[in-house]
């Protein structure tokens, strides 16, 4: 027998498949496409009119011949630029894609067909829908069911669109296993689905979820790798909302495990500096400082013994309070006792009323009304004093009882006044020693309870900062237990996650097992039989495989590999496994180096499926594949060859029959 390589050997024949026992009918296909000059069914209106059927589809532009002399700066663009990616692009339009081409593109169809319409008909299973997308601006799509393209159009239909749109949701969506994407946390959608099934030809076929390229400017919904890869398996059989919640919560742990392990260094590390930090402020050795509960018990111990101190100085504070208040009333006194004395010492200096020189024998008048002496009489006193005056006796008593000096001499009134001056002097300068020793003394008792209460109000704000600093450390220590702790529980919980998303996967080994013999099936046709192939999934990511003698890769058979899963994923749904939808449009699928005989088979692997079909009937499924290589010779004719051929050399064999 013989066998076939990536250098073109012949390869055997496909394997016999028995008849399918799955859907009769594709969930989504399309009958016809309509381009249109106006929204008008008049033949003046048509620009171009595809009939598609059920089976292998190909659009093709053939290059220029063979065999004509080719020279440089002679020639014409034939099977490129003639509308192939733009048939494909309606396509995607009309079944719900926001845009039938690039921005660019868009602009050169409406400028040349400002009232322009793309109109089909599709079959939702066997209900057939007439949609309508306009290519301008202002005017809205509709969609209409039980009606002909050209009743829809006599019609005026519209709305209906978003129904349309539900109805592919409803028929393709809604039987699927999963019902949310798990990374997106969104409704899996038909537009996730139309992105995988009809691959943007910008995208090269360079990955099997690589379906959109932002060069193709498509605004298809935008997902990550893995929720592509969840689109993929949830349509193959592959998994379900139950795995698919249980690979969230597992991505979701793994978020947090990832900021727990992020987080225990820097919390262990702030726990460090604070208990060092105190550590110094308290005096302990660094043996001490990472003894855990040996800490705290210094720490405790070290504040406990300074409260105490501060206790022990509160205590003093009522006595050294009373004594400077005794110090302040002592103080007060001997200022009073230095004021006194000071007054004293004024009114003694004072000046004295002036008295007239003495005389021998001095007389005074001593007038006798009332006992008291109003005038002087012309009587010495000293004469008066010794004769015993009784006038001088009543009147020397009044002055003693009134606290007045009697009247002396003048020699006696100036030795009695200096006599009372020293006295005067003496007696101050004694009150004023008395008054700065006691006011000393008061100030020093004062300074020094100052300086207690001063001493306590530090110490309770340096207690209260270690307290503080205290709390801190502790609840850094709490938060990296707590974090410890969490972290723990959540690699046990990944463990379960992991466990349990094994053997939910387990549980879909069987569709596992249909999708790599498939996949093995498809290669092996395109490749040979000599060829190993198998689809794995790995950290929940389909993986291709295909070994001779070793593993094979490169662009040409990545090429090959994802058309063959594309194929395989097909069969299946075709045979009731799976929830393909029936339909496959592949774009210019030749790619890179791929050997032009391998490209062959893969037409010829589209006609082995569509033979299968139970006879007389129309196949289960629409593949549409447009080409600028020759398909097989057998498939360059109806009904698998759509009309026209495309040729870019000349406006009308373009697309939309003109040049844009």
């Known amino acids: 027998m013989t066998q076939l390589d990536l250098f073109g050997l012949e390869a055997p024949p496909p394997p016999p498949l028995s008849a399918p026992k799955g859907r009769p009918d594709p969930l989504v296909w399309v009958s016809e496409l309509h381009f249109l000059r106006d929204f008008d069914a008049s033949e003046a209106s048509l620009l171009r009119k595809i009939r598609l059927r059920r089976g292998l589809n190909v659009l093709w532009a053939p290059p220029a011949p063979e065999g004509l002399e080719n020279r440089l700066g002679d020639g014409q663009i034939t099977g490129h630029t003639a509308g192939k990616t733009t048939f494909c692009r309606m396509i995607r339009y009309l079944l719900g894609e926001q845009r039938f081409g690039t921005a660019r593109a868009q602009e050169r169809i409406r400028d040349a067909l400002p009232n322009g319409w793309i109109v089909g008909e599709v079959f939702i299973r066997s209900d057939r829908w007439v949609v309508g997308r306009p ?211 004024r009114e003694i200096e004072a000046p004295q009323p002036e008295r007239k020189p003495p005389r021998t024998r001095e007389t005074r008048v001593v007038a006798t009304s009332n006992d008291a002496p109003t005038n002087v009489c012309g009587v010495p006193i000293d004469v008066a004093r010794a004769k015993g005056c009784k006038l001088f006796a009543a009147y020397e008593k009044k002055a003693t009882e009134t606290n007045e000096a009697p009247p002396s001499s003048t020699k006696e009134d100036a030795a009695a006044l200096a006599a009372a001056l020293e006295e005067a002097r003496g007696a101050l300068e004694e009150a004023r020693d008395e008054q700065r020793a006691v006011e000393a003394a008061h100030a020093q008792k004062r300074a020094e309870l100052a300086a207690r209460r001063e001493r306590i109000a530090s110490e309770r704000v340096a207690i209260e900062e270690l307290e503080r600093l205290y709390g801190y450390m502790a609840k850094g220590e709490q938060q990296a237990q707590q974090n410890s702790e969490r972290l723990a529980k959540v690699v046990e919980l990944l463990k379960a996650s992991m466990e349990r998303q094994g053997a939910l996967q387990r549980q879909r080994e069987d569709a596992r097992g249909r999708i790599s013999d498939r996949f093995r099936t498809v290669v092996r046709a395109l490749l040979g039989e000599h060829v190993e192939a198998k689809t794995l999934v790995k950290n929940r990511r389909i993986e291709l495989y295909v070994e001779d003698r070793g593993e094979r890769d490169g662009a040409a058979m990545e090429t090959i590999k994802l058309l063959a899963f594309d194929l395989a994923a097909l069969e299946l749904g075709m045979d009731g496994h799976g929830a393909s939808p029936g339909m496959l449009v592949h774009d210019g699928p030749r790619e890179a180096d791929m050997d032009g005989r391998i490209y062959e088979r893969l037409f010829l692997y589209a006609k082995h499926i569509e033979d299968r079909s139970t006879s007389g009937m129309p196949a289960p499924f629409q593949y549409i594949v447009t080409t600028t290589a020759p398909p097989p010779k057998e498939m360059q004719k109806a009904p698998y060859l759509l009309e026209p051929l495309l040729d870019a050399s000349r406006p009308e064999g373009r697309l939309l029959g003109m040049d844009l």
């Open 135 to 345: 290519f301008g601006f202002g005017t809205h799509s509709f969609a209409v069911q039980g009606m002909t393209v050209a009743e829809a159009l006599a019609e005026r239909g519209r709305g209906g669109y978003q129904e349309f749109v539900a109805a592919l949701g409803r028929e393709v969506i809604d039987p699927v296993a999963v019902t949310e994407l798990p990374h997106a946390h969104a409704p899996m959608m038909w537009e996730h689905v139309l992105a995988w099934i009809t691959r943007d030809q910008e995208a090269r076929f360079a990955g099997l979820v690589e379906w959109r390229d932002p060069s193709s400017e498509s605004e298809s919904p935008r997902i990550v790798m893995d929720d592509r890869h969840v689109v993929l398996r949830a349509l193959c059989g592959l998994m379900s909302d139950e795995e698919g919640e249980a690979q969230r919560q597992f991505e979701d742990l793994t978020h947090e495990k990832q900021g727990l392990d992020e987080a225990a260094p820097r919390l262990l590390d702030r726990v460090a500096e604070d208990r060092k930090r105190l550590a110094t402020l308290l005096g302990i050795e660094d043996s001490a400082v990472d003894a855990g509960p040996l800490f705290a018990m210094h720490f405790r111990e070290r504040v406990t013994n300074r409260r105490r101190a501060i206790e022990d100085i509160e205590r003093g504070l009522d006595e050294a309070a009373a004594a400077v208040d005794h110090a302040e009333a002592q103080a007060r006194a001997a200022a009073e006792a230095s004021g006194a004395c000071t007054q004293r010492l």
